[in-house]
């Protein structure tokens, strides 16, 4: 068990967050004039959402579904083609069922060794709330315009 116990802090300056808590971003995504593709960011996952999107089980199973390009849940962005949007929105629905209300105190980082500190975050759930809202708002709207979804968690 590690000696030492390190809780992130939710009042926390964006510049202050440091490994191993971390921020992500989520996009749409859509072909260009030229025959590329851009994208931009329309929600901001704060550290609080990310470790709880990754504690919840929502980037495991975001990571089952076929991502265009990249990995869910590398800190990289993963992009995810029109036909995938909806199934990542359902993931996103879930969630918020799954979680609502809840208090949860979840591992980022266990202690490797002796000495070493654990890393762990008490999840304000309001915060996640709003953030699987903006999540399922932004892949419901790219669902309706054809678009896929660009997500890094």
Not at 42 to 63: F, M, R, T, Y
Not at 88 to 115: I, Q
Request: proline share 3%; with cysteine; charged share 25%.
């Amino acid at each position: 068990m590690a000696s030492k116990i390190i809780y992130f802090s939710h009042n926390a300056d964006k510049m202050e967050i440091s490994p191993p808590f971390r921020s992500g971003d989520a996009g749409a995504v859509w072909s260009s004039e030229e025959g590329g593709f851009e994208t931009d960011t329309q929600v901001e996952i704060s550290p609080n959402s990310l470790h709880a999107l990754h504690g919840h089980g929502v980037v495991l199973g975001l990571q089952k579904l076929t991502a265009a390009i990249g990995e869910v849940g590398s800190g990289q962005d993963a992009v995810f083609a029109p036909s995938g949007v909806e199934k990542a929105l359902r993931l996103f629905y879930e969630a918020d069922r799954k979680t609502y209300g809840a208090r949860h105190d979840l591992l980022v980082r266990g202690s490797r060794n002796e000495g070493e500190p654990e890393y762990r975050i008490v999840i304000d759930n309001r915060e996640y709330q709003r953030t699987l809202s903006r999540l399922q708002y932004l892949c419901s709207t790219a669902a309706r315009m054809g678009q896929g979804i660009r997500i890094r968690v």
